[in-house]
């Protein structure tokens, strides 16, 4: 299962960016959805999380501000960040577990999108 992560770029302090993750190959469901970052040398940690309900839960540092929702039709996952800040600046990682392969034939998986880095200017 591969993940193709998109929309990071450079946004002034305020600003807003909404970042897609898309799942691709033979994906049975998917569980959980989220989002990690990892500013520079720091380890990666988690902002948002979305369970295949709809349930979510994000790190207090961004509650308020970034919005995780997902499209299960399109196996996509969403973080609309809002009120940025310098602080935000990372690497952005979208991450998705859940079941592939075909009928009667299912593994487990947990994938990693390749990052796309967000940087917030002051």
């Known amino acids: 299962v591969q993940l193709q992560a998109s929309g990071g770029g450079l946004v002034q302090s305020g600003g807003s960016l909404r970042l897609s993750c898309a799942a691709s190959?033979?994906?049975?469901?998917?569980?959980?959805m989220g989002w990690y970052r990892q500013a520079l040398g720091k380890q990666r940690d988690l902002v948002a999380r979305?369970?295949?309900?709809?349930?979510?839960n994000y790190a207090d540092s961004v509650k308020g501000r970034f919005t995780i929702s997902r499209d299960n039709a399109k196996n996509t996952v969403y973080l609309q960040m809002d009120s940025l800040k310098a602080e935000d600046t990372a690497v952005y990682y979208c991450k998705a577990d859940g079941l592939y392969g075909y009928s009667g034939s299912y593994e487990p998986f947990a994938s990693w999108g390749q990052g796309t880095q967000v940087t917030v200017s002051s």
């Open positions: 979305i369970t295949s309900g709809g349930e979510t």
């Open positions: 190959g033979s994906i049975f469901s998917i569980n959980a």
